[in-house]
């Protein structure tokens, strides 16, 4: 396993790896990424491409990383062989050439280490990458020893057989060693204390911190500072703890020259020099020496206001309780009592030393005013070799007390071992080294920095992580939205023998389940949303099967089933070459993808389509949509097997027709030069007053007309559109087989052609104009609308006549002038004058209708027609509005004489607005008189007549003599209507009454018959003239056998009748006390008979109605009273031939 994991270390083995491991996921998982519609990875040759390109970046990256560490290292080099120049230069002062004499020593020796590990290291990282430590320690104080005893391995040692570079005793001049893990700095012990030459050795002492300082991010990854025992014995007072001072004072130098803080470990080396120590460590393995004997001080209260140095005395009392605990243990082991003793003494010999190491500390690394203090991150205890003899600290002082001389301890005969130094460096140092140039309180905001990276990290991978649920989900229900798509494909084989609706019927509902799928899965034009990406999206997968299945069944349906339908059109329009031709190159096109057409055979399908679906356009707009989807830009449809028989026989149908007409079937059907969006609308062209017309057709007026009948596709076909159909009808020989035409023969085609193309300009023309109907009208008012519509500023029929000149009028020319401007300009007369052949026989028949629009502003013949429009309008109005009009009227007959003398259809339709509008005068006429005759009677004419006697005989209910006179007297009601509206229209002179001339018309026959009744009713209750009916009359009774005696009383008017005499009497009614007729009598015994009585203002009518009043003469009338029994007959003269007794008018009477 470690051999793995060294394996790993090398620098091109795990880049490589994740080369190879991205490489596996562009392959693998490339065909799963797109963006919008690109999958850049979907095809072999992408995924090699984009390995390729990986390939190549990483190599760049490596070289580019290369050039920058070996640009770094040489400048690094350079920067420090060539320090030292400014003090090579310097002259008058002997220490500063010592001072410049010691960094060209120190540029040589690293120009040296430069050029060895360069060819050393080729696959570990740059020296500027690995941790650089700087060892600070007096002369002999152990620095290179702690270094040789680590168990780090220095590949310079196999380099001269030398561990560092020209390392002597003493390490007098600053020697590199360069171990896997990091680089060591063992400067001279003199540059810490500076006591030999304190000029030299402080100048190159500046120079290597400012050399640092520029050329690493961190200059130093930490200080050494290493004590011997032997110093820490050896202080004595001030003196003694110069070495300490020294070591603060360069300590402050290096973060004053650095700015930064750097880890200081402070490591007390050769604790072998205590007597006892190899006694005491005796029975340590390997692994118990590698560990590490000292205290570490936590960061935070080292990199924070706490002082690591209140805390060292504690952490030191527990090192020494440690060692304590292990006394017992080790005297038991102990082999003799030398050794025992030993043991026992060691943690007093130990402690012994505690107050010198405590003043040690306290000097180096206290705190003052002056400076920062150092950043104190431990203290450790280390032996590397045994040399020398022990120091027993408690015989010396014996000895000193009682003025004796101690008698030294034997050297250490065991074979060197290292004790507490490996695991110091690997463990404590090297995992610490990037705490340097660290300023107080950064670790917090470091460890703030790297919660807000994990924070961002986390959220990042949160928000991917829901991106790819969320992805997944929407992914998920497109799958079920495509899913629900399919299931709308019918099931089963299309019905091949039920007809060609319903087998296209049932394969449209395929197509568009299919196409309805694709889009769903990928909406077409539509951006692919980030929701659904996330390298989950299968939208494009799905519609790329779809797709391919929709293709498949557009092949296996569509085409064959438009195969098939061409060819019964073949079979059926055998006899109609224009048709034949075009049905015969599509046909042949299906079975030759070479010659293959879109747009004629979309043309043609729908020509096709029109007639199995006449009224369905959806159904033909979806199989007109799916078969331009087959023969898109990418042409899917495969090549057909045709029956080579049917096209042989329409091949000989063909060449026996007229080419003129077989090449103008061609330019009906594809329309070269024809912009159908372009082609004129009448809705848009009459403008919002256009819906006057309506089509016979039942088209609307949006249907737009025929694009090839337009000034465009005129002056397009005859410019040369029509040689060029000629030109490609015979380079399309393939479809009849037919041997090509010389100039002469061409030439004849073509004018042949054109007078196909100018018959049928003619005739579409015609048919629009013909087809063309004013919509019908009931009312006047709406009659009056149209007119005014018709003749008003936005004419729409002078509209129509723009259109139509605009199409038909100097079609070989573009008008200098609209049409619309109604006047034939100069320029319309320059054209007239070099009249085009091509258009001669157009004009020449539209040239009744364009003339209409000859002459100046006002002055033209459509103005006159538009002039009695608006007129003919007005009398209409006049007549819906109320105002009695004749049919008669000079407007209506002005309109109708200009109907005659107008061209087709102008003049039909103006005859049909004018005679509808005589028709429905007429009929407003007769509304408006029925209107003035309701308004005459009054709302009270029903209330008082209905129900009412004597209007309904034998009803007890009565019109009062007031009311009637108000409605009947002269001047009364229907008098007043008769005088005021039908005056002068009426003919009275016969028993019934009868329209005047041009009133016959109107139609209100009825109301001329109530007023004839009024005027009965008028002439018999008020023959003479009053304001009150009156009637005079007379009674009399002869002699009745069985009566003897007869009283009648009529209004307070009274007739005796006695003795058998015949009695008299003139009367009135009503009489003079009106609202009573009795009649009293007696038998011939003179027994009183029952008497009758009528009460009411119509009493004596009631009493006449009862005696069954009958006409008898010519002014005499006979009611038969009955009396008990008996019968009284009593005579009745009126006193003028106008009376009401044998009037049957006011019976007939009923309100308006």
Known sequence: MRFVLEFLRVRYVASAAILSLLAVLVWVGGPYLSLGRWQPFASVSGRLLAMAVLVLAWAGWRYLRWRRDSAKQQHLAGELVGQGASAEDASGNDSRARAAQEQVRLRARFTEAMAVLRRRRRNGPGLHVLPWYLLIGAPGSGKSTLLQSSGLEFPLKEHGNHAALEGVGGTRNCDW??????????????????????????????????????????????????????????????????????VRHRLDELVDKLRARVPVYLVVTKCDLVSGFAEFFADLDAIGRAQVWGMSFPQAQAAGDTDPLTLFPTELERLMERIDQRVLERMQRARDARERAAVLSFPQQLRLLQPALMDFVQTAFGRHGYAGQPWLRGVYLSSGTQQGHPID??????????????????????????????????????????????????????????????????????????????????????????????????????????????FYAKALQRFDALAQARDAALPPGASIPWSRRFGLHQGTALARDVQEAYLRDLNGALLPALAQSLRRKLEQSSSDPQQLYPLLKGYLMLGEPARR???????????????????????????????????????????????????????????????????????????????????????????????????????????PLPPLFTRQAFQAQTGGGIARGVQQFLADDWVLGTAPLDPLARSQLEREVLALYQRDYIAAWDTLLADLVLRPVAQTGQASAVAAKLGGPASPLKALLVLLREHTHALGRTPAAKAGAGAATATDTAAAAEPDVAAEPIERHFEPLNRLLDGG??????????????????????????????????????????????????????????????????????????????????????????????????????????????????????DRFAQQALLGKVDTSGPRWQWNAGMAAVGADDV???????????????????????????????????????????????????????ATQSMTWPGPRPGQVRIAAWDASGQALPVIEYRGAWAWFRALQAGRLHRSGDLDYTASLALGGNSVRVDIQPASLRHPFAASAVQRFSCP
Not at 188 to 193: L, V
Not at 899 to 904: C, R, S
Not at 1009 to 1029: M, N, S, V, W, Y
């Open 177 to 246: 060693w360069f171990a896997d893990q990091a680089v060591f700095l063992d400067s001279a012990g003199r540059y810490t204390t500076q006591d030999s030459d304190a000029i030299a050795d402080a100048g190159a002492w500046h120079g290597f911190l400012d050399l640092l300082r520029r050329h690493r991010r961190q200059p130093l990854n930490g200080v050494i500072v290493t004590v011997s025992v032997a110093e820490l014995l050896e202080l004595d007072g001030d003196a003694g703890l110069s070495h300490a001072r020294a």
């Open 393 to 502: 600290r408690v015989i010396s002082a014996v000895a000193r007390h009682f003025g004796v001389a101690a008698a030294g301890l034997p050297p250490v005969s065991s074979a060197p071992r290292s004790y507490f130094l490996p695991r110091l460096l690997n463990d404590v140092v090297f995992a610490e080294a990037g705490l340097a140039g660290s300023q107080p309180g950064s670790a917090q905001r470091r460890r703030l920095l790297q919660l807000a990276c994990w924070a961002v990290l986390t959220a990042t991978t949160l928000g991917v992580l829901s991106g790819m649920a969320g992805s997944y989900a929407r992914n998920v229900r497109l799958i079920g939205e495509v899913r629900d798509a399919l299931n709308a494909y019918p099931a089963g084989p299309l019905p091949a023998d039920a007809g060609e609706a319903a």
């Open 597 to 703: 057409d879109a747009m004629h055979l979309a043309t043609l399908a729908g020509t096709v389509w029109r007639q199995i679906f006449p009224d369905d356009a959806s159904v033909r707009a979806g199989l007109n949509r799916h078969l331009r989807a087959l023969l898109g830009p990418v042409d899917g449809a495969r090549a057909l097997a045709l029956d080579r028989q049917q096209i042989e026989q329409t091949r000989a149908s063909l060449r026996t027709a007229e080419l003129p007409a077989l090449v103008y079937g061609g330019l009906k059907l594809t329309q070269p030069g024809v912009d159908a969006g372009q082609a004129p609308r009448l809705d848009r062209r009459l403008g919002l007053l256009g819906d006057v017309f309506e089509r016979r057709s039942g088209l609307p007026l949006s249907a």
């Open 857 to 974: 502003p006002g002055a033209s013949a459509l103005d006159e027609t538009l002039a009695a429009l608006t007129q003919m309008s007005r009398t209409l109005l006049g007549a819906a509005a109320g105002v009695a009009a004749d049919q008669n009227d000079p407007a209506l007959l002005i309109a109708a004489q200009q109907a005659e003398q107008l061209p087709p259809p102008l003049g039909n339709w103006m005859a049909t607005l004018s005679g509808r509008g005589r028709e429905l005068t007429a009929s407003s006429a007769g509304g408006a008189l029925r209107n003035a005759q309701r308004q005459a009677a009054g709302r009270e004419c029903a209330l008082l007549v209905s129900g009412r006697f004597p209007f309904v005989p034998g009803s007890n209910n009565e019109i009062p003599l007031r009311d009637f006179a108000e409605l009947f007297a002269p001047g009364g009601r229907m």
């Open 1008 to 1062: 001329l018959a109530r007023a004839q009744l009024a005027d009965e009713i008028k002439q018999a209750f008020f023959a003479g003239g009053g304001a009150q009916p009156q009637v005079a009359f007379t009674i009399s009774v002869p002699p009745q056998a069985a009566i003897s005696r007869l009283q009648l009383e009529v209004d307070g008017q009274t007739l005796e009748v006695r003795d058998g005499m015949r």
